[in-house]
Each structure stands twice: as structure tokens, then as C-alpha cells.
């Protein structure tokens, strides 16, 4: 119970970590290797700093160890009127030599301060009998007592010195280092992520057109297989889209014929009622097989080019061709500048929603507008039954229709949202469903 606590206890902990994670995966590699390389640097540098202090450090004991016990020696031999004269030439910048008793203290404590004691000790503790004692309140000061063979007192004060002094070039080129690296670590981690960034900028532009941007076989072996592999999708892609069509095509070519026969010889029939019905299925017949074929070439992308167009001229003879037909569409608002755009996917876009609209309601309103970032939006409103929040989405599926108000009285087909959809793709537009306060549906395209 416990172990179960912890865990969901340091689950959050974890996650909170990983909020600053960067996002991208050429800030990710970017961060790992410039980590990396940076710890290793860094230990590499601290690994030759201390190997450095350690090998001078040896130096400097096997030096001092020579030179105080000749020092001393020196000192011995001279008269003792005359050793004073020849202190401040034996004086070292590490050690100096005091003729006297000197500071009592305890014993060194500091790694430093008894590795050169005990060096001293090594050159002339034999001959000349000596103590060590710390400085009080400096650990990397110390003195050595010794007594000259004529009972004479002298005291070594030393200092010793951590290694050697850094030079003043050194942070410059530590600097340059990290510069070296940081642009090192840039360079090989756009060079793996570049080909990456292409395939997903070409898998974006492979739009219902199936016109997308073909990717340069070259570089890595691995960039360039994978290269191969996805122009070869892509053609793949558009041959199976283009036979679909062939034989979507030749569908419809082979059933207007029979259509047609079956049309003539209702034509003739008595019964007038059952001649009726039959026309009515074979309208409904011929509509679906002409929204299907429709359907698949908006999926298979249009070839209608974009061109600069008034909208508001555009909507106006929508609006109405809609009046003159009778039928009770409203327009409210203007967009005021010119946009390009494919006009007549414009108009189908608009066509298929008004005429959903006026399906399940009296009217349709249609509102246009600039929006603040620029783009315009058309909204085609009606106050019909609505549709579920949780069918919004569904309703641009083919062939869906919804039972409460979406049924075959209606005579439609359930392929009018889905082509409006695959064209507002098409134009790089947004085709989204709102249900309305007070009832109602709005149909939003932004373009």
C-alpha cells in the first residue's frame, strides 16, 4: 500500500520534470549533446588540472627537499655572525628561514602542509633533528624546528603552494572551446533533423490533389532511402486515386443507360402511381451515383486554379439565384476586398450548405465578415432542428444521415457536408458545425 502511494505520490513529480523537456527534437538533441559534451569536457579539463597540480606538487617537494637541505647545510657551516646576511638569499617564494625558536602550534593537519613536511623531514631529519608544528589559524602554513650543530635554533617557514598559477588565456580559450561546440552540436543535429523536417513538410503539402512535394534522393544512405520510399508512396497514392476514379467514372458511364431504359419504359406505363414511385427512385438513383463520382473527385483534389475574385459579387449571385427560384435566402454583411481563391468551389461550398440549410428549415441566412487575423468567414444559419453536439463531426462522413432529421424524405444523399468538406480542403479553408442558441445550425467557413 505503501510502495502504491509512492509512486502515484512522485508520478506527478515526473511529469512536472518533463513540462520543460523541449518539444522539438532538434531542441532535444541540440540539449543532449551539447550536455554531454560539456560534462566531458569539463571533466577532461578538471582530470588534466589535477593530474597538472599533482605532478608539479611532485616537483616542488623534490625540489624544496634538495634545496632546504642544502640551505641548511649552508647555514651550518657559515660563522653565526654571518648567517643573517645570507637569510634573505635563501628565502624562496614557497619557504624562508628564520633563525630562532619560531610559532608553536600543533601538528599539520592539511594533506599539503604534510606532504611537504614530511619531504623536508626526508632530506634532513637524519642528520638534523626536527619538529613540525601548524600555524595557528593558517592550515596551509606551517614551521619546521630544527637545531644547527652548534645549538643554534632555526625555523623553515613554509607556504607551500597548491600546483601552478593558471594562465590569463586560458578562460579565452575554455570560451572559444564551448563556442566550438556549441556550433559543432548545431551543425550535426540540423544535418539528422533536416531530412525529417522535409518528409513531414512534404507528408503536409500531400493534399486531396495529390500534388506533393517530392523529396530530394540524396545524402545518407538512410535519408535517401527513405526519400525513395516516400516518393514512391506517393505515386503509389495517385495511381490507386486514379484508377478509383476510372472506374468510379466508368460506374456511371455503364448505369445512365440503364437509367435511361428504365425512364423510357415508366414513361409508358399505366399505372400512374407505381410510374410515380419508380421515377422518384430513379431521380434518387441518378442524383447519388452524380454525388458519388462528385465526392471522389473532390477527394482526388480539383483542378480549378486560384484567381483573384470579388466575394462579395460571388455571394450576391448565389443569393440570388436562390430568390429568383423563390426560396427564402438571406445575405447580411460585406467582406469589402478582393480575395484569391477557386471560385467555383467557392460557390459549391456555399450551394451544398444553403441547400442543407433550406432542407431542414424555411430559410437560410448567410453572414460574411473579415475576421480580426485577416481571413473571412462565411456562415450559412438555419433555424431547423439542429444536430447533436456529439454528431457534428460524424455528419461530414459520406453517406451519413441522421435519423431525427436527416432521412431519405428529405432526398438527400448524405454526401453534400462531406464534398463541401473535401473542397473547403482543397482551398485550404475550414468548414466547421455550431449548433445555434435558440435552435438552429451554422454552417462556418473560413477561409
Not at 643573517?84 to 614557497?94: E, G, I, K, N, Y
Not at 634532513?124 to 619538529?131: A, D, E, N, S, V
Amino acid at each position: 500500500m505503501n510502495t502504491h502511494t509512492e509512486a502515484s505520490a512522485s508520478a506527478p513529480v515526473i511529469a512536472s520534470s518533463w513540462l520543460h523537456w523541449p518539444r522539438t527534437l532538434f531542441a532535444r538533441l541540440a540539449l543532449i549533446l551539447l550536455i554531454g559534451l560539456a560534462l566531458a569536457q569539463t571533466a577532461a579539463f578538471w582530470l588534466t588540472m589535477t593530474e597538472r597540480d599533482q605532478s608539479m606538487t611532485n616537483v616542488m617537494t623534490g625540489y624544496v627537499e634538495r634545496e632546504v637541505a642544502s640551505s641548511v647545510a649552508l647555514l651550518d657551516h657559515l660563522p653565526p655572525d654571518e648567517r643573517a646576511a645570507w637569510l634573505p638569499r635563501l628565502a624562496r617564494r614557497s619557504y624562508e628561514f628564520i633563525l630562532g625558536p619560531g610559532t608553536g602550534g600543533v601538528a599539520p593537519d592539511a594533506a599539503l602542509s604534510a606532504r611537504f613536511a614530511q619531504s623536508i623531514a626526508d632530506g634532513i631529519g637524519k642528520r638534523y633533528p626536527l619538529t613540525v608544528n601548524a600555524i595557528p589559524g593558517d592550515t596551509q602554513r606551517f614551521q619546521v624546528h630544527l637545531r644547527l650543530t652548534d645549538g643554534s635554533p632555526l625555523t623553515i617557514d613554509m607556504r607551500p603552494m597548491q600546483g601552478t598559477p593558471v594562465s590569463g588565456w586560458l578562460p579565452f580559450v575554455l570560451a572559444l572551446q564551448l563556442a566550438v561546440i556549441v556550433a559543432c552540436c548545431w551543425l550535426a543535429v540540423r544535418l539528422a533533423t533536416r531530412p525529417l523536417a522535409q518528409l513531414a513538410r512534404a507528408a503536409d503539402t500531400l493534399g486531396p490533389d495529390l500534388k506533393g512535394q517530392r523529396l530530394p534522393e540524396q545524402g545518407p544512405e538512410e535519408v535517401v532511402h527513405a526519400a525513395k520510399a516516400f516518393n514512391a508512396m506517393q505515386d503509389r497514392v495517385a495511381m490507386y486515386m486514379a484508377q478509383r476514379m476510372q472506374i468510379l467514372a466508368a460506374i456511371t458511364h455503364d448505369l445512365q443507360t440503364p437509367i435511361t431504359r428504365m425512364r423510357l419504359r415508366v414513361d409508358v406505363m399505366d399505372d400512374d402511381t407505381t410510374g410515380a414511385k419508380l421515377r422518384q427512385d430513379l431521380q434518387e438513383m441518378e442524383t447519388l451515383v452524380k454525388e458519388g463520382v462528385t465526392y471522389a473527385r473532390t477527394l482526388h483534389g480539383t483542378q480549378e486554379a486560384a484567381v483573384r475574385i470579388d466575394p462579395d459579387a460571388l455571394i450576391e449571385s448565389i443569393v440570388d439565384d436562390y430568390r429568383d427560384a423563390r426560396r427564402d435566402v438571406s445575405l447580411e454583411g460585406r467582406i469589402g476586398h478582393p480575395l484569391v481563391t477557386r471560385p467555383q468551389a467557392l460557390r459549391r461550398i456555399v450551394g451544398n450548405l444553403v441547400d442543407n440549410a433550406l432542407k431542414f428549415s424555411d430559410a437560410a441566412e448567410i453572414r460574411v465578415e473579415t475576421l480580426a487575423d485577416g481571413r473571412t468567414r462565411v456562415s450559412v444559419m438555419d433555424r431547423g432542428p439542429g444536430i447533436p453536439d456529439a454528431s457534428l463531426e460524424a455528419v461530414f462522413e459520406p453517406f451519413v444521415r441522421l435519423e431525427e432529421s436527416r432521412n431519405r424524405s428529405t432526398g438527400g444523399t448524405g454526401l453534400g457536408l462531406a464534398i463541401a468538406r473535401q473542397l473547403a480542403r482543397a482551398m485550404d479553408a475550414t468548414l466547421t458545425l455550431h449548433n445555434r442558441d435558440g435552435g438552429g445550425l451554422e454552417a462556418r467557413l473560413v477561409l
